[in-house]
């Protein structure tokens, strides 16, 4: 029986999109691509901004630098966009899934904003589009919530799906160092950007998190914004504090299912249990901890980012879009469940950790103590180190109301002999197995 050919195009020959032309064109991947493919992957195109620039292993005949005209070919099957860019990258998506070409992308912006209408137009047209590489880079997670865990229901998903952040925490940890020092750090040895706002504030965290709670629980893919803190105010402090109680400071998202139709997505430190598996999860890399009803707790690991790890988890879309396109299906788009709806934040509860520098006088911890009181938030510990005029206070409560503790910093900030208050760090204290 003849092979049939899948022809490919590809948008992007950057980080991502080199090494995967690179696997594309593999001359020792061939007999394994077409045997999982059950197809010929030929790729047909490149396209970049500069066509001028050095590429090591990607072929100058295949460049070519006209988005719109790469994205409108008649004759692909397949569109492999890795180029990133939210509003001029969903035109030429849209382009292509409008022409009934399926598209591959590994853009978690433009996913998290307007994926559920560009799913919907893929199936509109007969088309598919795939996104694995847009959440934590090299790991499969996306295909197992789809196609492994379709039939399991699913409680929670949490995970450290944000290596810059992760590295950052990692490194404070290790070496007990400020955060400035090792951000620093970071972006000398390129594992933060120079301007590491997406990264640090939680909101490249925030996208992918979106683009898990869509699959774990039926969400829309719309843009929502989702509540969000970063690791930029973790002290050196936080981190000792951690350490001496057993416990590690990561980044978390999280998705989960609160009773029957409630749904909480959230960015945020968190300090874990050192034995939850998350806590081991260090330097850039990433891991995906699943809470399924009856397959119990469930762990993804491995690179979060990186070009190559990237690139073999597009590669996995690209393979799977093009044993659709031979045989003439296409996937049922996800299903949006209209029942769910935000859980108000303010409602769930937790334990916190909480630092507040006060003056070093009698009569202060009664007063702050109050404040605590008046908000039924319960203290489990309180820890004090004194420096000059001033007090460290460190308190761990019970389990209390998010909105309870936001009422009762509102309220300290507001007393005379507190000086400032620091940081406000949830405790995650129930059990994974
Ligand atoms: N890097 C990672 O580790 C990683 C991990 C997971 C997901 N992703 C996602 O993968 C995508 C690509 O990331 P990347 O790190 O590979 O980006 P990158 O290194 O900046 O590369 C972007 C590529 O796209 C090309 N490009 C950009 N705009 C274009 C346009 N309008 N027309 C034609 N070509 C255009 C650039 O051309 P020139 O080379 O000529 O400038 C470059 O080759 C993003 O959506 C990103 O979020 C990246």
Known sequence: MSTSNVRVAMIGAGTVGQPLARLLLDSNRVDMLVDAAAARIELVAICVRD??????????????????????????????????????????????????????????????????????????????????????????????????????????????????????????????????????????????????????????????????????????????VIHREGISRISAGDVAYAHRHSL??????????????????????????????????????????????????LMWLGQGAGGEPTAAAVLGDVVAAARNRVTRRCDAPLSIDPSLQIFPLGELQSVFYLTVDVLDRPGVLATVAGVFGEHSVSIKSMEQSGFGDEARLTFLTHMVFESDISATLEDLAQLDVVDSVGSCIRVLEDDPS
């Open 51 to 224: 066509g001028a620039k050095s590429r090591p292993g990607v072929p100058a005949q295949l460049i070519v630098t006209d988005s719109m005209a790469t994205a409108t070919r008649d004759d692909i099957d397949v569109l492999i966009e890795v180029a990133g860019g939210v509003e001029g990258t969903r035109e030429l998506i849209e382009a292509a899934l409008s022409r009934g070409t399926t598209v591959v992308t590994a853009n978690k912006a433009l996913m998290a904003a307007a994926g559920s209408e560009l799913i919907a137009l893929a199936h509109q047209h007969g088309a598919d589009l795939y996104y694995e590489g847009a959440v934590a880079g090299g790991i499969p997670i996306l295909r197992a919530l789809r196609t492994s865990l379709a039939g399991e229901r699913i409680n929670r998903v949490m995970g450290i799906v944000n290596g810059t952040t992760n590295f950052i925490l990692s490194k404070m940890s290790a070496e007990a160092s400020d955060y400035g020092a090792v951000l620093a750090e970071a972006q000398a040895l390129g594992y933060a950007e120079s301007d590491p706002t997406a990264d640090v504030e939680g909101f490249d965290a925030a996208a992918k998190v979106t683009i898990l709670s869509s699959l774990a629980f039926g969400t829309a893919l719309c843009g929502e």
């Open 248 to 297: 590690v400071i990561k980044l978390l998202g999280i998705a989960e299912r609160i009773g029957e139709h409630g749904i909480s997505r959230r960015v945020h430190p968190v300090m874990l249990p050192m034995d939850h598996p998350l806590a081991s999860v260090h330097g850039a890399f990433n891991a995906v901890f699943v809470e399924g009803a009856s397959s119990g707790p």
